[in-house]
């Protein structure tokens, strides 16, 4: 006992120095979009680790997942609208030995909500393949790019292809006629109340405009534990 208290260091410092040089790193298919710092070493939460089958590794905070939104070329929402909605993972995460942790395909619930002068996606629930669902603390950067709606400027091409909130509709449909809406894909939301206020006694009015494949990436805000399921 008494030999025990006088090296407490070094026994902690092999130890850390034995779990750090069996971990491997996590990668992405075809490319890592996390940055090299968040993704160099994973935690694998099994003694056993890899030849457990039931091991589960940790995805540190601040990585980055790739997602996109495969319904719509672009999503249209209002300044204050909020609406639920699925992305999909667009590329594999796995471990440098070819394990799969979140298989592209995958689903992430979640919903597009206002913050600050834009809208971000909020994340709350990853979706696997297989059907098993966990909680994911995740959100994309805040998108504040607007768009001015007036009648007979380019209105259908901001509407072609879009899925269009709730919220947005209101407006579009308030300042370029109801049936220009039908070009698009309508989000139930919530915002369609209050967006009426934006448009009321106005010829023009601003809407976000979200790029489906390049805004949505995410970022991990807590640690993502994930076991093997494939």
Same mark, same amino acid.
């Not at 999503?75 to 999909?88: F, G, S, Y």
């Not at 269009?164 to 369609?192: D, E, K, V, Y």
């Given at each position: 006992?008494?030999?025990?208290?006088?090296?407490?260091?070094?026994?902690?410092?092999?130890?850390?120095?034995?779990?750090?040089?069996?971990?491997?790193?996590?990668?992405?298919?075809?490319?890592?979009?996390?940055?090299?710092?968040?993704?160099?070493?994973?935690?694998?939460?099994?003694?056993?680790?890899?030849?457990?089958?039931?091991?589960?590794?940790?995805?540190?905070?601040?990585?980055?997942?790739?997602?996109?939104?495969?319904?719509?070329?672009?999503?249209?929402?209002?300044?204050?609208?909020?609406?639920?909605?699925?992305?999909?993972?667009?590329?594999?995460?796995?471990?440098?030995?070819?394990?799969?942790? !979140?298989? =592209?395909? /995958?689903? &992430?619930?979640?919903?597009? #909500?206002? *913050?600050?002068? @834009?809208?971000?996606?909020? +994340?709350?629930?990853?979706?696997?393949?297989?059907?098993?669902?966990?909680? !994911?603390? =995740?959100? /994309?950067? &805040?998108?504040?790019?607007? #768009?001015? *709606?007036?009648? @007979?400027?380019?209105?259908? +091409?901001?509407?072609?292809?879009?899925?269009?909130?709730?919220?947005?509709?209101?407006?579009?449909?308030?300042?370029?006629?109801?049936?220009?809406?039908?070009?698009?894909?309508?989000?139930?939301?919530?915002?369609?109340?209050?967006?009426?206020?934006?448009?009321?006694?106005?010829?023009?009015?601003?809407?976000?405009?979200?790029?489906?494949?390049?805004?949505?990436?995410?970022?991990?805000?807590?640690?993502?534990?994930?076991?093997?399921?494939?």
């Amino acid at each position: 006992m008494h030999l025990l208290t006088q090296r407490p260091l070094p026994i902690l410092v092999a130890t850390l120095s034995f779990t750090t040089s069996a971990i491997a790193p996590l990668t992405f298919v075809p490319a890592a979009v996390a940055t090299a710092a968040k993704t160099a070493q994973l935690f694998p939460n099994s003694p056993n680790y890899p030849s457990s089958p039931g091991y589960s590794t940790t995805i540190p905070a601040g990585t980055r997942l790739p997602a996109r939104y495969d319904a719509a070329e672009k999503i249209v929402v209002a300044p204050n609208e909020t609406v639920p909605i699925t992305l999909t993972v667009s590329r594999t995460v796995r471990l440098s030995n070819g394990t799969v942790l !979140i298989p =592209a395909g /995958s689903k &992430v619930a979640g919903r597009i #909500q206002p *913050v600050g002068d @834009g809208s971000q996606f909020i +994340a709350e629930t990853l979706i696997l393949p297989n059907g098993n669902r966990q909680f !994911i603390s =995740a959100r /994309s950067d &805040v998108i504040t790019k607007r #768009q001015e *709606v007036q009648p @007979g400027v380019n209105g259908d +091409a901001l509407i072609k292809g879009s899925a269009i909130g709730a919220g947005a509709a209101a407006i579009l449909s308030g300042i370029l006629g109801s049936r220009r809406i039908t070009l698009g894909r309508i989000l139930l939301g919530a915002g369609a109340g209050a967006a009426g206020g934006l448009i009321f006694g106005r010829r023009k009015a601003e809407v976000i405009v979200i790029d489906s494949k390049a805004d949505l990436v995410l970022t991990l805000e807590a640690p993502l534990t994930i076991g093997r399921q494939f």
